[in-house]
């Protein structure tokens, strides 16, 4: 009885507010309509753009671009998908380009050792600076931003000391059952293309369907009311790190089977298009609301626009770059737009 | 730094950290001085302090930009991208003379500024998605003007490069000029208060009725205006203008300069000294593991443990 006391002097005070900004009754379906947007805008936006493309250039809805876009966007993807996680805890995690060069590299080296080194190698070593991320984080407490900095510095140094200084590149033997998972097609698609489904099914299923993934959202919703509520605090952090490392590794030893080499220059400025990616796709960088689907459609977008930029060819590929740039501004004005006004109904 | 702590910590550990994130960076400063003069051949030449002081003037620059966004509780990633724009810019405009070159490139470096603050302040964006935007966009520019490097032959552009006064190269004097500029701003003007306010906490400033937006968007313009000058001064260092690699990875530089100099990454406070003393104590890390022949591969990492090792020591003040 207490409780609905005080929460009655607030409500009609709310209802002041959503009658000063919109119509009483509208108000609603308005913020269903923000919601709607803040989901699905960058879904839209991706079908709008390629049905425009495929009009505008006959080279771009044919199978072979669809197929290779589709794999070049995979490895981005599963960086992406662990950079979701990451997010939706309210943090970020800049070590991801290079742990995604560093997993290349180390299941180049490895395999010379055998599949089973190649495949486990990445995954130890990327999931490893991973936890040591998530401890500075959770435990130590220090900003994510700053430690996943020096994590990206750390783990470029330790790919290139492993490469004598990026000068020696290891290779990845043809027909070896890497070589076949990085390149081999299975019903016309890359398998990196199934590969990356796979785990977007299960990041899914794991962000919305367990106590896991429920501790994410509570975390990046509001830290203390979850500590207060019981929620593992720490270790959902150290795990989502951990996460993020093992897939940005994972991401990179596929990138790796598809090259047939541990490039050593790969990876830069990754962490941007992967942030970039999950923001267009309608995570709040403040945590707590974000969807992996919509990671996905942003990766796709990225590239789809890529590919466009690419097919006009009087366009150099630095436009590329100034179109991520001001396609990432006018999102998230969006979003932080769609946001106040669903704070403010 | 390491050694510092070990030795002192039989004393009060607060006071240890407190001291540590004050003076911790001067005392690696000259802990490394003291190592590198008794094991480093040649270390004591003129000509290699100049050596140092040219290269990491640039550094210092963009890093005193850096602190004052720093405590506004910000952060500024697109420095980098700011001085390669400034490179192109340059190349592009060095055919009407040094000063109306000069000129276009404050302009421009002015614009990207307004867009970050304004994106900050005006929309509310977080400061490292707005400035992530400027420096994917900011540097898509810069290749776009100037899509490969370019030579610059000017002899003004080479004289601002590798001319001095009295020994002292104008690199140096400019870094100089700047930091003592930038440290009146934040210690005697009003606009400096006001900055720490709005860094302390935002809410409260704007309570107060200080032009929280009107100062945002000076410190971001003015941030970009130091990256612009680094990114000419390199440029006229290098006499080349190369915005495909002018800059990379300069954000972080400069963040770990601001932080190792003890300003901590939750606003309110700025150290300028401390600053400019941690741009020299990496530099010098760098400098030593290099003349020892360690690969770069070795300097990444030690940075990286660096800036670990800062943060931490000063993560007691954010919670206080």
Known sequence: MTATKTDAPVAPAGDGKQAAATEPVGSARSERLSALVQQHGA???????????????????????????????????????GMTFVI?????????????????VLAAWGSRHGTLVALLLPL???????????????????APFIVTLAAMLGARGLMLALTDEGANTYLIGKGSFLAELGQGTTLGLGNPVWITLALFVAGAVVLRRTRFGQHVYAVGGNEDAAALMGAPVARTKILVYTLSGVLAGLAGALNAAWLASGVTILGNGMELDAIAAVVIGGTLLTGGLGYVSGS???????????NVINQVGSLDSSYQQVVSGAFLALVVIAQTWLGRRRQLL | MAEATLKTVPLDKARVMQWLQTYGVYAGVALLLVVNIAITPHFLSAENFRTQAVQVAPVIIVALGMALVIGTEGVDLSVGAVMALAASVTALYLGYGLLPALLVVAVFAAVVGLANGALVAFVGVQPIVATLALMVGGRGVALVLLPQLEDLRNPSLASLGSGDVLGI????????????????????????????????SRPAAELAGLPVRRVLILVYVGCALLAAVAGVLATARLQASDPTSLGNLMELSAITAVVVGGTPLTGGRVNIAGTVAGAVLIQLLTATLIK??????????????????????ARGRGKR
């Open chain 1, 43 to 81: 879904l839209a936006v991706l079908v709008v753009v390629s049905l425009v493309a495929s009009f505008s250039f006959d080279s771009f809805a044919t199978g072979d671009n669809v197929g290779n876009m589709a794999t070049s966007s995979a490895f981005l993807a599963i960086v992406a998908l």
């Open chain 1, 124 to 142: 130890v070593v990327c999931g490893a600076i991973g936890v040591v991320n998530g401890l500075l984080v959770a435990r130590s407490r220090l």
């Open chain 1, 296 to 306: 996905l459609v942003g990766v796709l977008l990225l590239r789809v626009i890529q």
């Open chain 2, 292 to 313: 020892h022949d360690l690969p770069p591969s070795w300097t990444q990492i030690a940075q990286a443990i660096v800036i670990v090792a800062a943060v931490y020591a």
């Open chain 1, 88 to 104: 939706i805890t309210g943090g970020i995690d800049l070590s991801v380009g290079s742990l995604f060069a560093l997993g290349g």
């Open chain 2, 169 to 200: 190269p104008y690199l140096i004097l400019i870094a100089t000029v700047l930091a003592l500029l930038v440290a009146f701003v934040v210690r005697r003007t009003t606009f400096g208060r006001q900055l720490l306010a709005i860094g302390d």
